[in-house]
C-alpha cells in the first residue's frame, strides 16, 4: 500500500508539472484515499496540500473551485501543525464561497476555521464559527453536517468547562448519527460524552461511554479509535484509582498508536503510561514517559498536549523533591494553559503553581495563585446552572484546591479570611437551590461574599456555631458567637484518620447491629430485599463495648472547644467523615443541631415566616404492602406494626389522619407533601442514601411493581416545593448517603433541597419499638409548642432513662439538620424556662 501510495503521489506531480491539472488531481485523490485509509496522517496531510496546489493551479476564473483550493491548503497546513497558515487558507475559502454563494462551501469553510481556531485554544471564536455552520447545515438540510456541528460545538464547549452546554450538543449529534446510521460518527459522540463527564468528575459514567465507543470502534474496524478509546478507559480507571487497570488500557493505546503511525495518539499514550506509573510510585518511569509524552506534543504542535506534559513533569519532579524542575515546569503549563484551557485546566495549573510556591516558601505568590484557581472553579460550576449532580461531582473533584486555600491562610494567620475561604466550597449545590426555593436571589454564587463584614454574618447566627473543616489529620475549629468575633482552635487525630474514627467509634456504639423487631432498613444492593441483619450483627458479635463510647467524639469534636462553649443551644456545621456524627447526642449540656454550610445557615435563617405553611400534617406509616400482595418474585418487605402505631399515635395529637398500608402510596405521598407543615414518615429505608420504600402506585397492586413505583428517591422529592417547617424521616439510615465536599448527599439534603426548613434523620438501623416510645416522647414536646431541638433533646433523654432502650445504640442516631423550628399544634400552653439563652 506504501508504494501504492507514493506512485499515485509521484504521477500527480508529474501531470502537474506537464500542466495537466485535472489528471493530476485524480492521482492526488486516489493518493489521499489510501493514505485515510491506512490513518497515515503525515501522507493524508501531503496529499491534502497537493490537491491545494492543483486545484490552485486549476483556478482561471473559476472562483468556487479557487476557494475549495485554500479550503484543502489549509487542511493540509492544520494536518501538518501550521494552524496560523491553515486560518489564513480558510478566511479566504470562505470569503470566495460567501462571494459565489456556494452555501456548502461556506459551511465546510466555518468547520474548518472552527477546526483551526481550536488547534489554536481560541475557543470562543470556534463556537462562533461552528454555529454558523450548524446554521448553514440546517438551511441545505444536511442532517450528517448538522450533527457534526453539534458534536464539535460540543467539543468546544467542553474545552471552555461549560460541561452543562457541552453534553447538550454531544446528545443532539448522537440522536443526528443514529438518525442517519452514522455508527462511526455515533462512537465518536460516545467517546466525546464520555469526556465531559469524566471532566465532570463522574468517572463511572465516563467509563460507560468510553465501552461504547470502544465497542463501536472494534466494530467498524478503526484501530486509531479503538486505541483512542483504549486511552480514555484508562485515564477513567486512573481517576478511580485503579491504576493496575489504567495501565493495561494506556499499553494497549500505545501499541495501536504505533502501528497505525498516530504520532499524537502515541504522545497522549505516553502521557497517560506516566501518569499510571507516577500513581504507582515509580517517579523515574514517570518521567521518562512525560519527555516522551512531551518531544511528541512539540513535534505535532499539540500546545494543550505540551501543557499537559509540563504539568505532569511537575508533578513527578515533586515527588521526587527537585522543587525547582518542578516549579519550571507548573511555570510552562500555567503559561501555556492561558493560550490552550478552559476555565478547569487554568484552574488545575494555578492550583499547581500555588501549591510549589506554597513548598518553598512564597505564601503570598501561593495565596495568588489558589484564590486564581478557585476562580476559575467556581466560573465553571455557575455554567452548570441548575445541574445539581454534576455540580456535586465538579466541586468534589476539586476539593484538594479548596482545601489548599484556607489552608495557606491559616499558615500565613489569617484565621477570618481561612474561614471565609472554606465556607467558599461548602454546600455550594445546595446553597444555589435554597437560594432560589427561599427567593433570597436567583443567581447562583460562592457562598458568602468576601466583600461582606464578619458583623453582617453574624446577625444570621441564631446561636453559637461551630464551623468544622478538615485538612488530612488535622481537625480546625471556628467557634462564631454573635457579639464576639471568632475563636479558632484545631485539633491533630492521632493513630488514625477522621473517617477511622467515626467508623470504630460506631462500631463501638453497635451502629449498624441487627436490632429488635421489625428492623425498618432495606439493602437495594442485595439479591433479595429482606430485611435481615445477620451478616451485620456478626462484625460486632466480638467488640468490646466501652462505658461510654461518645467519649472518643466528645474528645475530638467538642473538649477542643468546650472552655468557649456557654448557653443551651449549638448548631455544628461539620466537614467530611463528621458529617456522619451524632451530635444530638454529644453532650448532655447541649442541644446540637447541624448546617451543611454557613450560608445555608444564613439563608434559612433569613427566609421569611410566611414562606412556610402553619399547621397541616402529612403522617405516613407502615407504606409497604404483604408478601402476597406483592405477587411471587417482587420484592418482600416485612410489615412495621410499630410504624403503624407510631403514626396513629401522632395523628391523635395532631388530630390528623395518616396515612397506611396500601394508601400510603408514592402518589399520594408526593401530592400531599406539598402543602403541609410538617411530614413524618415511618417506613422502610434504603441503607445506602436513606431513600424511602412506599405503597406502589395504583395499577401496579396486581403485577410486580417496578421500583419507580413505590422507592421514594432523591430525585422524586428535588422535584417538589414544599412548604415544610420539619420533615421527620423516622426510616432506618435517613441520614446517610455519600459523603462529599457538599456534605451527606442522600435523601435528607434532597428535602433541604426541596424547600424543608428542617430534617430529623437516623444515622443508622433503628429499633421499631424504641422509635415509638421516642416518637411520642418527641411530639408530645412539639405538641406543647417546646422547639424541635427542645424536642429532640427531651425524647433522647426518655430513652436513656428505659431500662430496655438505654443503650446509644437505640437513641443516639437521632440528628436535627437545619432551622429550630416550632409548631402551633395542641392547646396553649406557658412556656417553660428550658429554652436556650441566646436567641
Not at 486511552?231 to 500505545?254: I, M
Request: hydrophobic letters at 35%; glycine letters at 10%.
Amino acid at each position: 500500500m506504501a508504494g501504492e501510495r507514493k506512485a499515485y503521489s509521484n504521477l500527480g506531480n508529474a501531470y502537474h508539472k506537464l500542466g495537466n491539472f485535472k489528471e493530476a488531481i485524480k492521482y492526488h485523490e486516489q493518493h489521499l484515499s489510501i493514505a485515510t485509509e491506512v490513518e497515515d496522517r503525515a501522507g493524508e496531510g501531503k496529499g491534502y496540500g497537493n490537491l491545494g496546489i492543483a486545484y490552485h493551479s486549476l483556478e482561471v476564473g473559476d472562483r468556487a473551485t479557487g476557494g475549495k483550493a485554500y479550503g484543502n491548503l489549509g487542511i493540509a497546513d492544520q494536518s501538518l501543525g501550521n494552524f496560523k497558515e491553515a486560518e489564513n487558507y480558510h478566511e479566504q475559502h470562505l470569503s470566495i464561497a460567501k462571494e459565489v454563494g456556494d452555501r456548502h462551501g461556506e459551511g465546510k469553510a466555518n468547520c474548518n476555521l472552527v477546526n483551526a481556531y481550536f488547534s489554536l485554544g481560541n475557543f470562543k471564536e470556534a463556537i462562533k464559527y461552528h454555529k454558523r455552520y450548524l446554521s448553514i447545515a440546517k438551511d441545505v438540510g444536511d442532517r450528517a453536517g448538522e450533527g457534526k456541528a453539534c458534536g464539535n460545538l460540543g467539543n468546544a464547549y467542553d474545552s471552555l468547562s461549560n460541561f452543562k452546554e457541552a453534553i447538550m450538543f454531544h446528545e443532539q449529534n448522537l440522536s443526528i448519527a443514529k438518525e442517519v446510521g452514522d455508527r462511526v460518527g455515533e462512537g465518536n459522540t460516545y467517546g466525546n460524552l464520555g469526556n465531559a463527564y469524566h471532566s465532570l468528575g463522574n468517572f463511572k459514567e465516563a467509563i460507560k461511554y468510553y465501552e461504547q465507543h470502544l465497542s463501536i470502534a472494534k466494530e467498524v474496524g478503526d484501530r486509531a479509535t479503538e486505541g483512542k478509546a483504549y486511552g480514555n478507559l484508562g485515564n477513567a480507571y486512573q481517576s478511580l484509582g485503579n491504576f493496575k487497570e489504567a495501565e493495561n488500557y494506556h499499553e494497549q493505546h500505545l501499541s495501536i498508536a504505533k502501528e497505525v503511525g498516530d504520532r499524537d495518539g502515541e504522545g497522549k499514550a505516553y502521557g497517560s503510561l506516566g501518569n499510571a506509573y507516577h500513581s504507582l510510585g515509580n517517579f523515574k518511569e514517570a518521567i521518562k514517559y512525560h519527555g516522551q509524552g512531551l518531544s511528541i506534543a512539540k513535534e505535532v504542535g499539540d500546545m494543550a498536549g505540551e501543557g499537559k506534559a509540563y504539568s505532569n513533569l511537575g508533578a513527578d519532579y515533586f515527588a521526587r523533591g527537585e522543587v525547582e524542575n518542578a516549579l519550571f515546569c507548573s511555570e510552562q503549563e500555567c503559561n501555556i494553559s492561558k493560550e490552550t484551557e478552559g476555565a478547569v485546566g487554568q484552574g488545575i495549573a494555578c492550583y499547581n503553581l500555588g501549591f510549589l510556591h506554597e513548598l518553598s516558601g512564597s505564601l503570598c505568590k501561593a495565596l495568588n495563585f489558589h484564590r486564581l484557581g478557585i476562580k476559575h472553579f467556581d466560573e465553571t460550576r455557575r455554567l452548570l446552572q441548575s445541574e445539581d449532580a454534576w455540580k456535586i461531582s465538579f466541586r468534589d473533584s476539586k476539593q484538594v484546591a479548596y482545601t489548599a486555600l484556607w489552608t495557606a491562610l491559616l499558615k500565613n494567620r489569617e484565621v477570618d479570611e481561612a474561614l471565609f475561604a472554606a465556607e467558599q466550597g461548602r454546600a455550594q449545590a445546595l446553597t444555589d437551590i435554597l437560594k432560589v426555593q427561599f427567593g433570597v436571589g436567583e443567581e447562583p454564587s460562592s457562598a458568602i461574599a468576601r466583600t461582606e463584614t464578619i458583623s453582617a454574618v453574624m446577625k444570621y447566627l441564631p446561636l453559637p456555631t461551630v464551623f468544622i473543616a478538615l485538612a488530612g489529620n488535622t481537625i480546625s475549629f471556628w467557634l462564631l458567637r454573635r457579639g464576639s468575633g471568632i475563636n479558632y482552635r484545631e485539633k491533630e487525630i492521632e493513630n488514625g484518620s477522621a473517617d477511622s474514627l467515626i467508623k470504630s467509634t460506631l462500631k463501638q456504639i453497635g451502629a449498624g447491629a441487627v436490632v429488635r423487631c421489625e428492623n425498618r432498613s432495606v439493602h437495594r444492593h442485595r439479591s433479595d430485599f429482606s430485611c435481615s441483619g445477620e451478616a451485620v450483627e456478626e462484625s460486632f458479635q466480638s467488640f468490646s463495648m466501652p462505658d461510654n463510647p461518645l467519649q472518643s467524639f466528645n474528645d475530638f469534636l467538642i473538649s477542643p472547644i468546650a472552655d468557649l462553649l456557654h448557653g443551651d443551644d449549638l448548631i455544628f456545621v461539620p466537614d467530611g467523615p463528621f458529617c456522619l456524627a451524632p451530635y444530638s447526642a454529644l453532650s448532655d449540656s447541649f442541644r446540637i443541631r447541624t448546617f451543611p454550610s454557613l450560608t445555608a445557615l444564613k439563608v434559612i435563617s433569613s427566609a421569611l415566616d410566611d414562606f412556610n405553611s402553619k399547621s397541616e400534617a402529612l403522617l405516613v406509616g407502615d407504606p409497604c404492602l404483604t408478601e402476597t400482595t406483592w405477587g411471587n418474585g417482587g420484592p418482600m418487605f416485612k410489615q412495621l406494626p410499630c410504624a403503624r402505631k407510631e403514626v396513629e399515635m401522632i395523628g391523635e395529637l395532631l388530630h390528623t389522619a395518616p396515612l397506611t398500608g396500601e394508601n400510603g402510596t408514592k402518589a399520594e405521598v408526593l401530592k400531599k407533601m406539598k402543602s403541609v407543615a410538617l411530614i413524618h414518615i415511618a417506613a422502610h429505608g434504603d441503607d445506602g442514601f436513606g431513600e424511602i420504600v412506599l405503597a406502589p402506585n395504583p395499577g401496579r397492586i396486581s403485577q410486580i411493581p417496578e421500583e419507580e413505583d413505590y422507592m421514594l428517591t432523591m430525585s422524586d422529592v428535588h422535584t417538589v416545593r414544599l412548604q415544610a417547617k420539619l420533615v421527620v424521616l423516622s426510616c432506618c439510615h435517613s441520614g446517610q448517603g455519600e459523603v462529599k465536599s457538599e456534605g451527606v448527599v442522600g435523601i435528607a439534603r434532597a428535602f433541604l433541597c426541596a424547600g424543608a426548613r428542617s430534617v430529623l434523620v437516623s444515622l443508622w438501623a433503628i429499633d421499631d419499638e424504641a422509635t415509638l416510645l421516642f416518637m411520642k416522647s418527641f411530639y408530645q414536646h412539639l405538641a406543647d409548642r417546646k422547639s424541635a431541638s427542645l424536642a429532640l433533646h427531651h425524647a433522647m433523654k426518655s430513652l436513656r432513662e428505659t431500662k430496655e432502650y438505654s443503650a446509644i445504640k437505640y437513641w443516639a442516631p437521632f440528628v436535627l439538620i437545619g432551622d429550630d423550628v416550632t409548631f402551633e399544634f395542641g392547646p396553649q400552653e406557658p412556656e417553660k424556662n428550658e429554652t436556650s439563652s441566646e436567641s
